[in-house]
């Protein structure tokens, strides 16, 4: 079946078959750990090299193979792989590449558990982790060692949004033999495509916006051609299984995300500009805005934003008064995560996260996951929320 050459289509119908399925367009879930073979002949012919075909339960039945089929489609990857949840995807992806004795490029800016899986984990097992500056580009050539196996990228990070210039870090860490890991949660396969930007593996928590409900958690690795046997195998080896209703809730997440994630943008885009209107606010931290400083690699290398960014606010605002903000939202929730359908606002503290490079503001950062709400409505809310905290400093 052709699916087209927008992505838009290929959300829509990439990995389905309505005709396996008596014409039902969504796959069934089917609940299985044996799988059972009518004849010897047939048990002899499954083994480790099949794939992509029912085997046994931790290896997928033909929803997640759906799944999986439908996320390479709009990669661009030669294959992709579900583990369990986001960090799961980033602990198979370092391990498929990384054995003790190597060393590994991290951004500074990473996810934390991802940070902590290096600094605890991998040292653990004899692999060395240098943390570099987000920005560094071309640079970190002057940062690759003999025993340089792997470089980690995030872009942008998710609680400080640098943007990081992808297809110079990938030039730079192929002349020297690394593989290119790029975690692009943030902006979904459907804004950005790591392989095409230089990437070896492309890793997404789907917990996010590919589930896009809340009501999920899974990761996701795609891969190049020659990145995909090591990728498998670390995801095979390390006994990782996903559920068929997980593999269902992704695949069904997944059709509508087009209309989801621009829909997150716009709100985004006008709460970022109410933020900067505001006297408290002393900067935003949204690639998607003219004037931030990863604007221009965004506009470059990404289709759209997501709906998560950053609100820097002045330094002496009273803890107390940030508080009677947070603590009152009506509209606004707080909690981890983000992608699901409705807004999220939270206080972050990225000073404790870094090594390479300083955190230097001394004023709260909040986070903002921009909903599906009516965006009238949300300014609302956070209007009273600002007027709360005025009230209280
Ligand atoms: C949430 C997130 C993860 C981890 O995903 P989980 O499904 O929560 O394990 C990894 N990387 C980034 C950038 C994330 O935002």
Redesign the pocket.
């Known amino acids: 079946m052709d699916n087209g050459s927008s992505d838009d289509t290929k959300l829509v119908h990439a990995g389905r078959d309505p005709s396996l399925f008596e014409g039902a367009i969504n796959p069934p879930v089917t609940h299985a750990s044996t799988i059972i073979f009518p004849t010897v002949a047939d048990l002899k012919a499954t083994g480790l090299h099949i794939d992509h075909q029912a085997t046994y339960g931790r290896r997928g039945t033909k929803v997640s193979f759906v799944l999986r089929e439908a996320l390479a489609e709009l990669e661009g990857s030669h294959d992709c792989i579900l583990t369990p949840?986001?960090?799961?995807?980033?602990v198979a992806a370092l391990l498929a590449f990384l054995h003790p004795g190597d060393h590994l490029l991290m951004t500074d800016s990473v996810?934390g558990?991802?940070r902590s899986f290096c600094n605890r984990f991998l040292k653990r097992m004899g692999i060395e982790t240098t943390f570099y500056d987000p920005l560094i580009g071309a640079d970190i050539a002057g940062l690759m060692q003999e025993n340089t196996k792997v470089v980690f990228t995030?872009s942008p990070g998710?609680q400080t949004f640098e943007v990081q210039d992808l297809p110079a870090i990938a030039a730079a860490s192929h002349d020297a033999d690394a593989v290119v890991l790029n975690?692009n949660?943030?902006a979904s396969p459907l804004f950005f495509k790591p392989l095409s930007h230089g990437a070896d593996v492309s890793?997404q928590?789907?917990?996010?916006y590919i589930g896009g409900h809340s009501d999920l958690?899974?990761?996701t690795i795609a891969t190049t051609e020659e990145a995909w046997s090591k990728v498998r195998m670390s995801v095979l080896e390390l006994g990782y299984a996903v559920g068929p209703d997980d593999a269902y809730l992704a695949q069904r997440g997944l059709r509508t995300m087009g209309v989801r994630l621009r829909q997150h943008e716009k709100n985004a885009i006008t709460l970022a500009h109410w933020f900067k209107a505001q006297p408290e606010t002393e900067r935003v931290l949204f690639p998607a805005l003219e004037d931030d400083p990863g604007h221009a690699l965004w506009k470059r290398d990404f289709e759209g934003a997501s709906g998560l960014f950053g609100v820097l606010l002045r330094e002496g605002i009273p803890e107390e008064a940030i508080a009677a903000m947070l603590d009152n939202m009506n509209l606004f929730s707080m909690g981890y995560?983000?992608g699901g359908y409705e807004s999220l606002l939270i206080p972050t503290y990225p000073a404790g996260n870094r090594s390479a490079t300083e955190w230097r503001h001394n004023g709260q950062l909040l986070r903002v996951h921009a909903g599906l709400e009516g965006v009238n409505d949300l300014i609302a809310d956070l209007e009273a929320g600002f007027g709360r905290m005025r009230d209280a400093s």
């Open positions: 949840s986001g960090i799961a995807a980033n996810y558990p991802t995030e998710t975690d949660t943030w890793i928590a789907a917990t996010k958690m899974m990761g995560s983000y």
